[in-house]
C-alpha cells in the first residue's frame, strides 16, 4: 500500500500492521524479513533486500552504524528517517523499532515503518479529537443500541444534568486514552457509573426519543432546543438552556450500527430575553409547592439567587407568621418584620446581620420601611453616600466591604396586602439592576406572594381544623379500674390532621366500662363535624346505661335525621352514613358485651388461646333506619387485650380484609406487651406510609374486680328490713377501712331500699362496690324510673333523692332484663378525685 491522504472518514492508525511496512532485522543487522507493505512503501522487493544490511537503504549516516546502534536501543525507539526509494527518490519514514529476543547485545529486532507525513496528519487528527472532546464546549457522549449511556465527555458532563447527576463524579480524563473520555467501560467504579447512566438515559425523555429515531432510520437529526433547566433551584442548573442537539449512528468498516453518537452545544445566554422567560418559568414552577410558608419563602429565595442577584433576604411581619390579616397600610413598627429566610452565593454569607426569626431594625429612611409604608419598589445605587446608611454603620460597612453596588426593594403583597419585603443585592454582578431587572423581580415576588397568603390561609384553616378535631376527641382517656388503654388516631387527610373517625371510653355505672370506635363516611372537616355530633350523641345515650343494641339504634335514628336535614339543606341527595362498634365491659361479672354497627367485629387476645375474632352480629350501618340491631356476651378472663378498630386498618394494605386481619392477629399475638408497644406494632405492621383512609383503633387490657370487692344482700320487702340493710352494710365498710364513709353509706341506703319497698316490687337486692369509688346499688323488679322532686314544706316525704343527689358524687337508674337498678357513687376520703369521662 502507498503513500495515502486523508480520507473522507478521517484517517486510519499509520501503524495498522495489515498496511504498514513490517521489517525484521537480525544482530548483524541484516534484513531477515521484508512484508508486502514495505515493498509498496519503498519500492525494493523482498528479493532485492532479504540479507542485505538495512543500512544500505538509508540515505544519511554510515550504513556500518547502525548495528551498534540497534544493539543500544533498550525496548523501543520511535523516530523518523530517510530511505532511498527503488526508483531514487528520497522517502521519510516514520519507524518503530523494538526488540523482539535475545539478551543486550544480541537477538532481533522489529521494525515497523509509514510515511511521515501520513503520520503527521494523524497527529494532527488525534490532537483536534482531543480538543473537541477535552476542551472545546461541544458535549459529546456515546450510547448503544440499547441507548445506554457508554461514553461522555467532560462538556456533556457538565451541562447536561442529568447526565451529570448520574455519573456522580467530575471528569478527571486520567486513563481515559487519546480521547480522554470522562466515562469509559471497564472498573468498579465505572459499572456504578454505567448503572446510573443506563437510569437516566431512559428518564431523558428527549434523548431516548431522538437516539431512538436515529437507531431506526440510520440518518443525523438536529434539533435546537428550548427549555427551563431540569430544576429551577440554582442548584441544579440556573435559568434554563437552550441548546443544539446533534444524534448521529455509528458503525464499523462493515457498516453494522455500534451505537449512537449523541452531541449538544449549549447555547445559553445568548438571548436574554429568552432566558428572562426560562427563569420565569421555572421560578414559576418551582416556587409555590407546598403550602408551607417557609418553604414557599426559601423557593423564592432559590429562584432568585444566583441568577438574578448575589444576595437576598425575605423579611415577614408577625401578622402572617400568626395567620392573621396583615394591615393593608402601615405605620409597621420595626419589631414587627422579621427575618424569614436569606441566601448568599457566598457560603459563610459574610453580608448576614439579621439571622432568621430575629427583627430587622431597619433604619426609618431605610428602602425597606418606606417600601412598607408605600407598597411600592425602590431602586438605588449604592454609592459613597447613601443617606439611610449613614444611620446603621454596622450595614454600610458590609455593604462597603463586598462591593454592593446596586440594591433593589421589591414589596411582598397579595390581594391588596403588605406581608413582608425583599431585599436584593448586587456586587459580583457587575451590571446594576435595571428596568428588565425589576420587572422580573416584581413578577416572581409577586407570585411568591400570592403563594405565601395562600400558605398563611392554609394555617389559619388547618389551625381552626385542627382545634374542631381537638374539641371534638378525648383530651386524655380516663382512667378506669376495669381496663387499661391505649389507641392510635391518623386521618387519612395528613395536612389538616382531620378525619371522620373516633373513638372514646366512657365510665359506666357498676364499675363497667364502655368503649366505643366509629367511623363517618368520608374524610376532612365536614366528616369531623358530624363525628363530633354522634360522639355527643353516644356519651349523651351512653349516660342513660341503655344496652348496646338499644343504643345504636338511637344513634341510627339520629344519623337518618342528620341526613335528611342534609339532604335538604343541600337541595340534592347528601349521604351522612356511619359504622360504629360498642362494647360494655363489665370487670364484675368477667364479660363483655357488644353491638356493632356495619362495623368489624372486634378482636380479643387472650392470654392462653389464640386471637378471637367474636360472632357478633352484624347490624346495619348507621343511617339506613327501620333494621334491628343484636349484641352478643363474651367471658373474657383478666389480661386478655380487646382490640376495637376501623376498616382502614385491616384494608390499608392492599385492600384485602383477610390479609389484614392476619396482620392484626399477628399484631396481637402476645398480649401480655405493654400496651403502647402494640400500637405501634399495629402501626407498623398494618399501615403504609400514607393511609387512604382514616384510621383509629382502641386497644383495652382487662382487669377484674375480686369478689372480695364485691357485696351482695337480697333485702326483704319489709320496712324493719332497711335497719338490718344498714348494719350489714356498716359491718362491710368497716371490714374494707371505710368508717369515715359510714354516715353517708347508711343514708343512701336506707333513702334507696326505703323507695323501693314503697314504690316497687320484689325481689329487691342491694351490691356494695369498692374500687375507685364506693358503689351503692339497689335493684328491683319494677321498671318505673324514680326522679327528684322540689317537696313543700308541708310534704311528709319526697326529699329522699334529693339527700342522695346532695352525699354522692354521681347517682342514676339504668334498666335490666328483670327491673331497674339505682346506683350512687362517693369518692372514698383522701383518693384522688373521679376524672370526669370523656
Same mark, same amino acid.
Given at each position: 500500500?502507498?503513500?495515502?491522504?486523508?480520507?473522507?472518514?478521517?484517517?486510519?492508525?499509520?501503524?495498522?500492521?495489515?498496511?504498514?511496512?513490517?521489517?525484521?532485522?537480525?544482530?548483524?543487522?541484516?534484513?531477515?524479513?521484508?512484508?508486502?507493505?514495505?515493498?509498496?512503501?519503498?519500492?525494493?522487493?523482498?528479493?532485492?533486500?532479504?540479507?542485505?544490511?538495512?543500512?544500505?537503504?538509508?540515505?544519511?549516516?554510515?550504513?556500518?552504524?547502525?548495528?551498534?546502534?540497534?544493539?543500544?536501543?533498550?525496548?523501543?525507539?520511535?523516530?523518523?528517517?530517510?530511505?532511498?526509494?527503488?526508483?531514487?527518490?528520497?522517502?521519510?519514514?516514520?519507524?518503530?523499532?523494538?526488540?523482539?529476543?535475545?539478551?543486550?547485545?544480541?537477538?532481533?529486532?522489529?521494525?515497523?515503518?509509514?510515511?511521515?507525513?501520513?503520520?503527521?496528519?494523524?497527529?494532527?487528527?488525534?490532537?483536534?479529537?482531543?480538543?473537541?472532546?477535552?476542551?472545546?464546549?461541544?458535549?459529546?457522549?456515546?450510547?448503544?443500541?440499547?441507548?445506554?449511556?457508554?461514553?461522555?465527555?467532560?462538556?456533556?458532563?457538565?451541562?447536561?444534568?442529568?447526565?451529570?447527576?448520574?455519573?456522580?463524579?467530575?471528569?478527571?480524563?486520567?486513563?481515559?486514552?487519546?480521547?480522554?473520555?470522562?466515562?469509559?467501560?471497564?472498573?468498579?467504579?465505572?459499572?456504578?457509573?454505567?448503572?446510573?447512566?443506563?437510569?437516566?438515559?431512559?428518564?431523558?425523555?428527549?434523548?431516548?426519543?431522538?437516539?431512538?429515531?436515529?437507531?431506526?432510520?440510520?440518518?443525523?437529526?438536529?434539533?435546537?432546543?428550548?427549555?427551563?433547566?431540569?430544576?429551577?433551584?440554582?442548584?441544579?442548573?440556573?435559568?434554563?438552556?437552550?441548546?443544539?442537539?446533534?444524534?448521529?449512528?455509528?458503525?464499523?468498516?462493515?457498516?453494522?450500527?455500534?451505537?449512537?453518537?449523541?452531541?449538544?452545544?449549549?447555547?445559553?445566554?445568548?438571548?436574554?430575553?429568552?432566558?428572562?422567560?426560562?427563569?420565569?418559568?421555572?421560578?414559576?414552577?418551582?416556587?409555590?409547592?407546598?403550602?408551607?410558608? =417557609?418553604?414557599?419563602?426559601?423557593? /423564592?429565595? *432559590?429562584? !432568585? &439567587?444566583?441568577?438574578? #442577584?448575589?444576595? $437576598?433576604?425575605?423579611?415577614?411581619?408577625?401578622?402572617?407568621?400568626?395567620?392573621?390579616?396583615?394591615?393593608?397600610?402601615?405605620?409597621?413598627?420595626?419589631?414587627?418584620?422579621?427575618?424569614?429566610?436569606?441566601?448568599?452565593?457566598?457560603?459563610?454569607?459574610?453580608?448576614?446581620?439579621?439571622?432568621?426569626?430575629?427583627?430587622?431594625?431597619?433604619?426609618?429612611?431605610?428602602?425597606?420601611?418606606?417600601?412598607?409604608?408605600?407598597?411600592?419598589?425602590?431602586?438605588?445605587?449604592?454609592?459613597?453616600?447613601?443617606?439611610?446608611?449613614?444611620?446603621?454603620?454596622?450595614?454600610?460597612?458590609?455593604?462597603?466591604?463586598?462591593?454592593?453596588?446596586?440594591?433593589?426593594?421589591?414589596?411582598?403583597?397579595?390581594?391588596?396586602?403588605?406581608?413582608?419585603?425583599?431585599?436584593?443585592?448586587?456586587?459580583?454582578?457587575?451590571?446594576?439592576? =435595571?428596568?428588565?431587572?425589576?420587572? /422580573?423581580? *416584581?413578577? !416572581? &415576588?409577586?407570585?411568591? #406572594?400570592?403563594? $405565601?397568603?395562600?400558605?398563611?390561609?392554609?394555617?389559619?384553616?388547618?389551625?381552626?381544623?385542627?382545634?374542631?378535631?381537638?374539641?371534638?376527641?378525648?383530651?386524655?382517656?380516663?382512667?378506669?379500674?376495669?381496663?387499661?388503654?391505649?389507641?392510635?388516631?391518623?386521618?387519612?387527610?395528613?395536612?389538616?390532621?382531620?378525619?371522620?373517625?373516633?373513638?372514646?371510653?366512657?365510665?359506666?355505672?357498676?364499675?363497667?366500662?364502655?368503649?366505643?370506635?366509629?367511623?363517618?363516611?368520608?374524610?376532612?372537616?365536614?366528616?369531623?363535624?358530624?363525628?363530633?355530633?354522634?360522639?355527643?350523641?353516644?356519651?349523651?345515650?351512653?349516660?342513660?346505661?341503655?344496652?348496646?343494641?338499644?343504643?345504636?339504634?338511637?344513634?341510627?335514628?339520629?344519623?337518618?335525621?342528620?341526613?335528611?336535614?342534609?339532604?335538604?339543606?343541600?337541595?340534592?341527595?347528601?349521604?351522612?352514613?356511619?359504622?360504629?362498634?360498642?362494647?360494655?365491659?363489665?370487670?364484675? #361479672?368477667?364479660?363483655?358485651?357488644?353491638?356493632?354497627?356495619?362495623?368489624?367485629?372486634?378482636?380479643?387476645?387472650?392470654?392462653?388461646?389464640?386471637?378471637?375474632?367474636?360472632?357478633?352480629?352484624?347490624?346495619?350501618?348507621?343511617?339506613?333506619?327501620?333494621?334491628?340491631?343484636?349484641?352478643?356476651?363474651?367471658?373474657?378472663?383478666?389480661?386478655?387485650?380487646?382490640?376495637?378498630?376501623?376498616?382502614?386498618?385491616?384494608?390499608?394494605?392492599?385492600?384485602?380484609?383477610?390479609?389484614?386481619?392476619?396482620?392484626?392477629?399477628?399484631?396481637?399475638?402476645?398480649?401480655?406487651?405493654?400496651?403502647?408497644?402494640?400500637?405501634?406494632?399495629?402501626?407498623?405492621?398494618?399501615?403504609?406510609?400514607?393511609?387512604?383512609?382514616?384510621?383509629?383503633?382502641?386497644?383495652?387490657?382487662?382487669?377484674?374486680?375480686?369478689?372480695?370487692?364485691?357485696?351482695?344482700?337480697?333485702?326483704?320487702?319489709?320496712?324493719?328490713?332497711?335497719?338490718?340493710?344498714?348494719?350489714?352494710?356498716?359491718?362491710?365498710?368497716?371490714?374494707?377501712?371505710?368508717?369515715?364513709?359510714?354516715?353517708?353509706?347508711?343514708?343512701?341506703?336506707?333513702?334507696?331500699?326505703?323507695?323501693?319497698?314503697?314504690?316497687?316490687?320484689?325481689?329487691?337486692?342491694?351490691?356494695?362496690?369498692?374500687?375507685?369509688?364506693?358503689?351503692?346499688?339497689?335493684?328491683?323488679?319494677?321498671?318505673?324510673?324514680?326522679?327528684?322532686?322540689?317537696?313543700?314544706?308541708?310534704?311528709?316525704?319526697?326529699?329522699?333523692?334529693?339527700?342522695?343527689?346532695?352525699?354522692?358524687?354521681?347517682?342514676?337508674?339504668?334498666?335490666?332484663?328483670?327491673?331497674?337498678?339505682?346506683?350512687?357513687?362517693?369518692?372514698?376520703?383522701?383518693?384522688?378525685?373521679?376524672?370526669?369521662?370523656?
Amino acid at each position: 500500500m502507498g503513500v495515502s491522504g486523508v480520507s473522507s472518514a478521517g484517517p486510519g492508525d499509520p501503524f495498522d500492521i495489515a498496511s504498514t511496512a513490517v521489517a525484521v532485522i537480525d544482530a548483524e543487522g541484516l534484513i531477515v524479513q521484508w512484508s508486502r507493505g514495505a515493498e509498496e512503501l519503498v519500492g525494493h522487493p523482498a528479493r532485492d533486500v532479504l540479507r542485505r544490511p538495512v543500512g544500505s537503504l538509508l540515505v544519511h549516516g554510515d550504513p556500518a552504524a547502525v548495528p551498534e546502534f540497534l544493539r543500544g536501543i533498550d525496548r523501543v525507539w520511535a523516530g523518523v528517517i530517510t530511505v532511498r526509494h527503488r526508483s531514487g527518490a528520497a522517502v521519510r519514514l516514520a519507524v518503530r523499532v523494538c526488540r523482539l529476543s535475545g539478551a543486550s547485545g544480541g537477538g532481533d529486532w522489529l521494525v515497523l515503518g509509514c510515511d511521515a507525513i501520513r503520520r503527521r496528519r494523524r497527529e494532527m487528527y488525534e490532537a483536534v479529537a482531543r480538543a473537541l472532546l477535552e476542551q472545546s464546549p461541544l458535549g459529546v457522549a456515546v450510547l448503544d443500541t440499547q441507548l445506554r449511556y457508554r461514553w461522555v465527555n467532560r462538556a456533556l458532563a457538565g451541562m447536561d444534568d442529568t447526565v451529570a447527576e448520574a455519573a456522580g463524579v467530575p471528569y478527571t480524563g486520567e486513563g481515559a486514552g487519546s480521547a480522554g473520555p470522562a466515562v469509559a467501560e471497564g472498573g468498579a467504579r465505572d459499572e456504578s457509573t454505567l448503572r446510573a447512566l443506563v437510569a437516566t438515559a431512559r428518564e431523558s425523555a428527549v434523548v431516548t426519543r431522538q437516539a431512538r429515531q436515529v437507531l431506526l432510520s440510520g440518518k443525523c437529526q438536529v434539533t435546537l432546543e428550548h427549555a427551563p433547566a431540569r430544576h429551577a433551584a440554582p442548584d441544579a442548573g440556573g435559568q434554563g438552556r437552550s441548546r443544539l442537539r446533534s444524534f448521529f449512528p455509528l458503525r464499523d468498516g462493515a457498516g453494522r450500527t455500534l451505537g449512537i453518537c449523541y452531541a449538544a452545544l449549549d447555547l445559553t445566554g445568548q438571548d436574554p430575553a429568552r432566558e428572562r422567560l426560562a427563569l420565569l418559568n421555572a421560578a414559576t414552577d418551582h416556587i409555590g409547592t407546598t403550602l408551607d410558608l =417557609d418553604r414557599t419563602v426559601q423557593e /423564592l429565595a *432559590e429562584a !432568585l &439567587v444566583p441568577q438574578v #442577584a448575589d444576595f $437576598v433576604a425575605i423579611d415577614l411581619l408577625d401578622a402572617v407568621r400568626a395567620t392573621k390579616v396583615p394591615a393593608a397600610e402601615g405605620p409597621y413598627d420595626a419589631e414587627t418584620l422579621r427575618r424569614a429566610v436569606h441566601r448568599s452565593i457566598k457560603e459563610d454569607q459574610p453580608e448576614v446581620i439579621v439571622r432568621v426569626g430575629e427583627p430587622t431594625r431597619y433604619p426609618d429612611l431605610s428602602p425597606q420601611r418606606r417600601c412598607l409604608a408605600t407598597g411600592k419598589p425602590l431602586r438605588e445605587i449604592v454609592g459613597t453616600w447613601t443617606p439611610w446608611l449613614a444611620h446603621d454603620a454596622q450595614r454600610w460597612e458590609k455593604m462597603f466591604r463586598l462591593g454592593v453596588h446596586t440594591h433593589l426593594v421589591v414589596p411582598l403583597r397579595a390581594r391588596g396586602t403588605t406581608m413582608g419585603v425583599v431585599t436584593l443585592l448586587r456586587w459580583k454582578n457587575p451590571d446594576p439592576f =435595571d428596568e428588565d431587572d425589576l420587572l /422580573l423581580v *416584581e413578577d !416572581l &415576588v409577586g407570585r411568591a #406572594a400570592m403563594c $405565601v397568603d395562600n400558605a398563611r390561609r392554609f394555617a389559619r384553616e388547618h389551625q381552626a381544623a385542627l382545634t374542631l378535631q381537638t374539641s371534638l376527641l378525648p383530651l386524655a382517656l380516663p382512667e378506669h379500674s376495669a381496663v387499661e388503654v391505649a389507641y392510635r388516631y391518623l386521618p387519612a387527610d395528613a395536612e389538616s390532621g382531620v378525619g371522620g373517625d373516633w373513638f372514646d371510653v366512657i365510665p359506666l355505672s357498676g364499675a363497667r366500662v364502655a368503649l366505643v370506635v366509629g367511623d363517618v363516611v368520608g374524610h376532612g372537616l365536614h366528616a369531623a363535624a358530624s363525628m363530633g355530633r354522634l360522639r355527643a350523641a353516644v356519651q349523651t345515650l351512653a349516660d342513660l346505661d341503655l344496652p348496646p343494641d338499644e343504643l345504636l339504634a338511637r344513634v341510627d335514628d339520629l344519623v337518618v335525621r342528620l341526613s335528611d336535614e342534609a339532604e335538604a339543606a343541600a337541595k340534592e341527595p347528601t349521604v351522612i352514613g356511619a359504622t360504629c362498634v360498642y362494647a360494655v365491659y363489665d370487670p364484675i #361479672a368477667r364479660k363483655i358485651v357488644v353491638a356493632r354497627a356495619g362495623h368489624p367485629s372486634p378482636a380479643i387476645a387472650h392470654l392462653t388461646e389464640p386471637v378471637e375474632f367474636p360472632d357478633i352480629p352484624a347490624g346495619p350501618p348507621l343511617g339506613l333506619g327501620g333494621l334491628p340491631f343484636e349484641s352478643a356476651e363474651v367471658a373474657v378472663e383478666e389480661g386478655s387485650v380487646i382490640a376495637l378498630y376501623t376498616d382502614g386498618l385491616i384494608e390499608a394494605s392492599d385492600r384485602d380484609v383477610d390479609v389484614g386481619m392476619e396482620r392484626l392477629c399477628f399484631t396481637l399475638a402476645h398480649p401480655d406487651r405493654p400496651l403502647e408497644e402494640i400500637c405501634d406494632i399495629m402501626v407498623r405492621t398494618l399501615l403504609p406510609d400514607r393511609p387512604r383512609d382514616d384510621v383509629a383503633f382502641l386497644i383495652a387490657r382487662t382487669h377484674v374486680l375480686s369478689s372480695d370487692r364485691v357485696a351482695t344482700w337480697e333485702v326483704p320487702t319489709d320496712p324493719s328490713a332497711v335497719r338490718v340493710a344498714r348494719e350489714n352494710v356498716t359491718e362491710q365498710l368497716s371490714r374494707w377501712g371505710l368508717d369515715e364513709m359510714v354516715f353517708t353509706t347508711e343514708l343512701i341506703v336506707s333513702e334507696l331500699l326505703t323507695n323501693a319497698i314503697r314504690h316497687a316490687c320484689g325481689p329487691i337486692g342491694l351490691r356494695l362496690i369498692h374500687e375507685r369509688a364506693l358503689i351503692c346499688e339497689v335493684s328491683d323488679a319494677s321498671n318505673t324510673s324514680p326522679h327528684m322532686r322540689r317537696a313543700l314544706g308541708t310534704d311528709e316525704g319526697g326529699r329522699g333523692l334529693f339527700l342522695v343527689a346532695q352525699v354522692a358524687q354521681r347517682w342514676g337508674t339504668r334498666y335490666t332484663s328483670s327491673g331497674k337498678t339505682i346506683w350512687a357513687e362517693q369518692q372514698p376520703p383522701g383518693s384522688p378525685p373521679r376524672q370526669a369521662r370523656c
